[in-house]
Each structure stands twice: as structure tokens, then as C-alpha cells.
């Protein structure tokens, strides 16, 4: 697997299955968004995980994981640049987006130079928001040995 495509792989998923599904931010000036006013000191709400599914964004097959949609990278994958909010965007982004993606990469590395895997039929997929989002019932995997 190519680094590219193991960058797509982890976008998706983490669109898919953001680990923060909200975030909080209050207005620090008084400011209009579209046609909507937001007063200075308002608690505003970003729905994370309804923007990273909205089929207006992201089009018809927005609940579906096709990684393929990010190979022309970030900006263009969905219908408006800043549509993926992993990590959020602009001066509050995360300061350890790029640690986070580079450990991500490294332990798929490490897991499939010496490892195939799948899921446990015993996995039941439900996720639950714990302050982050998690496999309620954890994440059962069988891993076999590429070489014996």
C-alpha cells in the first residue's frame, strides 16, 4: 500500500468516524454568518459528524467509505475545501494533526509488514461518544502472521 493511499484510507475514516463529533467555540466579536447574526459571547455548536455525512458536502454516497475521494487531496474531496473538520481548520486547528497522522501511518506499517487482519465476526458495530468517539463493545480483531 502506498503512502497516498494510506493517507486517503485514514481521512475517510476519520470523516467517517471523527474521534471529536462536536466542536464548541464562542463568538468573540459580534459577526454574521450567511444570513444568520451571531452576538459577541454566543456558544456555538459545530455538529462535526453531520458535516462530515452531509450528502450536500460530500454527495450521495456520503455514508458509504471511499477513500478514493481524497486523491486529489484535502481541499477538493467534498463540494467546499474546509468540509473536513478532523482536526479543525484555520488558527484553533490541531497543533498535533500532522504527530497524530504520521503515528497512524507508521503503525499500519508496522502491523502490515508483519500481519493480515479482519475484523472478529464477534464485532458488533456500534459507536458511542465518550468525549471522543469509540467502539462501544471495543474493536475485536483476528491478526494472522504473514510468515509462520
Not at 482536526?87 to 502491523?111: D, H, T, W, Y
Amino acid at each position: 500500500m502506498e503512502i497516498v493511499q494510506v493517507n486517503m484510507v485514514l481521512l475517510e475514516a476519520l470523516r467517517l468516524y471523527c474521534p471529536v463529533i462536536v466542536l464548541l467555540r464562542k463568538a468573540s466579536e459580534d459577526m454574521k454568518l450567511g444570513e444568520l447574526i451571531i452576538p459577541k459571547d454566543t456558544s456555538v455548536s459545530i455538529p462535526l459528524a453531520m458535516i462530515h455525512r452531509s450528502k450536500k458536502y460530500w454527495g450521495e454516497d456520503a455514508n458509504e467509505f471511499n477513500p478514493t475521494r481524497f486523491a486529489d487531496g484535502v481541499s477538493k474531496a467534498a463540494k467546499h475545501p474546509n468540509a473536513l473538520l478532523a482536526f479543525s481548520v484555520g488558527p484553533r486547528a490541531c497543533i498535533g494533526q500532522n504527530f497524530a497522522m504520521m503515528e497512524a501511518k507508521l503503525v499500519i506499517a508496522m502491523i502490515l509488514q508483519r500481519f493480515s487482519f479482519s475484523l472478529s465476526p464477534k464485532y458488533t458495530h456500534a459507536p458511542i461518544d465518550n468525549l471522543t468517539l469509540q467502539p462501544q463493545f471495543g474493536l475485536p480483531a483476528v491478526l494472522r502472521p504473514l510468515r509462520a
